[in-house]
């Protein structure tokens, strides 16, 4: 803000008062006459006056400028004031914000916690959910695989046995000697072991003559094999599923050696198998 000027005081009055005054000293001292004791005070008094006359504006006006400074001094500080009180509300406005963002920074937090707290029992229950979905599942899928395991054993019972008879049926056909009889029940015993061996079902007939192996055969009981001894005949044929032995054949054995080559059927159809 820009400092007033000083009022200006006029000094003509106070110049023309200490010129009378001036000139009377003047006229008493240099009239003439010899000067008596009033007449001396009276001039220096009017010298004093004269002299305060002439010092009193200037002392006035500088009254006047200190008085305009002071003034102004006291408007710089009041504003100065001013602004300090418009700073001071700032500052509280400031603070009472600052207490709300962290009133509001608390509450979120807060808020935070208590989601994060939810969402962590929420996926604790999601998690023990799918744990039971899961062991549910697995039961349900070893009962399943339990079924098909039964329902497969079931299965591979019945086309052994439907396999059994049809080798049945070919070993009667072999007996009565029907050449005829005996190929058609040939070609069908054959049709039926491929459409087995499609599913993995193969079937075992040993080779006349083949050394015995009790690995590879089984005897009837009470029936023994000495060293050296042949299989002589196929009871019945074994069969393995998908690699797996199922039974091993049922033979019986010759502990004389390997027997005379014949045209019989039977060698014949056995030569097929092996091949």
């Not at 009377?24 to 001039?43: C, D, H, I, S």
């Not at 509001?104 to 929420?122: C, D, K, L, N, P």
């Amino acid at each position: 803000m820009s400092q007033k000027p000083a009022p200006k005081i006029s000094k003509i009055p106070f110049v023309v008062g200490d010129l009378l005054l001036l000139a009377t000293a003047g006229w008493l001292v240099f009239r003439g006459a010899p000067l008596n004791e009033w007449q001396a005070g009276l001039v220096i008094t009017a010298v004093a006056i004269g002299a305060w006359l002439a010092v009193t504006p200037f002392i006035l006006q500088f009254r006047a400028a200190i008085t305009v400074a002071e003034a102004s001094e006291l408007t710089t500080v009041v504003e100065q004031m001013q602004d300090l009180r418009g700073v001071a509300a700032q500052i509280a406005a400031a603070v009472i914000e600052w207490q709300h963002i962290h009133q509001s920074t608390t509450q979120t937090v807060t808020a935070a916690g208590h989601m994060a707290e939810q969402v962590t029992t929420e996926a604790r229950n999601f998690g023990e959910i799918l744990t039971k979905i899961n062991e549910a599942e697995k039961n349900h899928l070893r009962l399943e695989i339990e079924k098909l395991r039964r329902g497969e054993g079931e299965w591979l019972q019945v086309m052994v046995r439907v396999l059994d008879h049809v080798h049945a049926l070919h070993l009667a056909g072999q007996r009565s000697g029907q050449r005829n009889l005996i190929e058609q029940l040939t070609h069908f015993q054959n049709s039926c072991r491929d459409t087995a061996r499609r599913i993995g079902l193969t079937p075992v007939v040993p080779p006349p003559d083949a050394a015995y192996d009790p690995k590879l055969h089984q005897l009837l009981e009470g029936e023994t094999a000495l060293d050296g001894a042949v299989v002589a005949t196929t009871l019945a044929q074994g069969y393995t599923f998908q690699g797996q032995v199922v039974r091993l054949p049922l033979v019986t054995v010759s502990n004389h050696g390997p027997a005379k080559k014949t045209d019989e059927p039977e060698a014949q159809l056995s030569f097929e198998d092996r091949s």
